[in-house]
């Protein structure tokens, strides 16, 4: 055997794994911890590379080199995780089971060669994630989410729920955050929508931000949140810390799960009421789940306005009845109609993002709230998208357009100082 190709991989694991043990036995882990972490890994490294070069094994200097950075990062990091987490290209690292690892990019998934020794390894990996945030995950806990240090959501589901074993799924955040431009770049909108969208917030409406898994909810709200006034004062409020808001006076909440006894969670609901007490001048909730969407209206409804969110749902009338849904998970017994008249007086606009089927990301509607309509609440289309098909490579055709509506909030904005152009919504395309 010349060369690593010749290793099945099962050879390979098992050489790094007794490798992975021989230095942990040399090292003083002790005396590690209380030294900086690149010296650690400098020092580390010398030892691996020595115990590699000492074993007589089939691999060439790059192998060897190779082998020795795997199982540093077997010690410092996450093990096979380590060069996926540096690829900045990935938006989604997702563990099936041991042997099958898979990673979105651009939005399309796609397998990698990547592996775990096996359950027990990759159990290894979720333990080390969970610990670092004072959680745990065992039969008892099978679920369980958490965060790593550059702020990428983490879940992980184990046996005896998880049944070809356990299961791992990273939502990577980029270290910078996407801005208004290469969202202009990447035709997720056009310089009018973002015109409008700018002034919207400027202009303090209370603006929900709807889509689907992975439609760039969140980032859009990173954005739109880009607008607010350095002076306000701004409450975030969160499942798991995403948002990457630049503003000086911002306070960011998280909710927080139950402990081992199934005590001490602290639920979205009661950080939007307890934001309340904190004098903010706009209050951003990471995306409404459950009963807090009560709350989030009120607060809209009694002075927080220019107050942002996100729900998950396909249009924008789909998220006014999921809205209307959980407020009434809240049990407080409201009838519809005043459900409705709440939601429509509290929300000004629901910008409506997707998807698509070739992995781009579009801003498909941005949507009025007009007020009530007899017993349903009213809305009309100030942008939106119309697709035209697809080309021969699968990349979905369409153009953007102004609808020809003047929104109703447009003297509201010039009220405050954010005048929008008439031109801006004049009926037009735009590739």
């Known amino acids: 055997m010349a060369n690593l ?15 992975h043990r021989k230095i942990l036995d040399r090292l003083d882990l002790e005396k590690l911890g209380k030294t ?6 400098d020092e580390v490294l010398v030892v691996i590379r020595n115990a590699v070069n000492s074993e007589v094994v089939p691999l060439s200097f790059a192998e060897r080199e190779r082998l020795s950075r795997e199982i540093l990062d077997e010690i410092f990091g996450l093990g096979p995780l380590e060069p996926l987490l540096k690829d900045p290209s990935i938006s989604d690292i997702l563990v099936n089971r041991f042997d099958r690892v898979y990673v979105e990019r651009a939005g399309k998934l796609e397998r990698t060669a990547l592996s775990f020794k096996d359950n027990a390894h990759l159990m290894q990996i979720i333990e080390r994630i969970v610990s670092r945030i004072g959680r745990r995950v065992d039969e008892s806990s099978p679920m369980v989410d ?5 702020g990428s959501r983490v879940n992980a589901i184990i046996p005896p729920l998880a049944i070809d074993g356990p299961s791992l799924s990273i939502r990577r955040f980029g270290r910078e955050p996407v801005t208004a431009r290469q969202m202009i770049e990447n035709q997720t909108l056009t310089e009018s929508m973002l015109e409008l969208l700018s002034a919207m917030v400027k202009g303090r409406l209370n603006i929900l931000v709807s889509g689907g898994t992975g439609a760039g909810k969140t980032t859009l709200l990173n954005v739109l949140s880009g607008y607010i006034p350095n002076s306000d004062r701004i409450v975030t409020i969160e499942d798991a810390a995403e948002l990457q808001l630049k503003q000086e006076h911002v306070v ?8 081992i006894e199934g005590k001490g969670a602290v639920r979205q609901r009661q950080l939007v009421i307890n934001s309340l007490r904190m004098r903010p001048d706009r209050i951003v909730v990471g995306e409404v789940r459950g009963e807090e969407a009560f709350d989030m209206l009120q607060a809209m409804n009694t002075g927080h306005e220019g107050s942002l969110t996100t729900v998950h749902a396909n249009s924008p009338r789909d998220a006014m ?4 849904n959980m407020v009434s998970m809240a049990n407080l017994n409201i009838p519809e109609r005043a459900v409705r008249h709440q939601i429509a007086s509290a929300v000004h606009a629901v910008i409506q993002i997707a998807r698509l089927s070739d992995g781009t990301r579009k801003v498909i509607t ?3 709230i ?7 609440i009213g809305m009309q289309d100030i942008f939106s998208f119309d697709r035209t098909g697809t080309d021969e490579s699968g990349k979905v055709r369409g153009v953007f357009r102004a609808t020809g509506a003047r929104p109703q ?4 904005l010039a009220i405050s100082g954010a005048r929008l152009r008439p031109a801006l919504f004049e009926s037009k395309t735009e590739v």
Do not use: C, H, W
Request: hydrophobic share 30%.
């Open 5 to 19: 190709q010749s290793f099945e991989r099962t050879d390979y694991q098992q050489v790094k794994a007794d490798l």
């Open 36 to 41: 900086s972490g690149d010296s650690a890994r």
């Open 146 to 150: 958490a965060r790593l240090a550059d």
């Open 252 to 259: 960011r909440l998280e909710t927080r799960p139950p402990n």
């Open 321 to 324: 009845a999921r809205v209307e």
């Open 366 to 368: 941005i949507s009025e």
């Open 370 to 376: 007009t007020g009530m309509e007899e017993d349903r």
């Open 409 to 412: 909030f447009a003297d509201r």
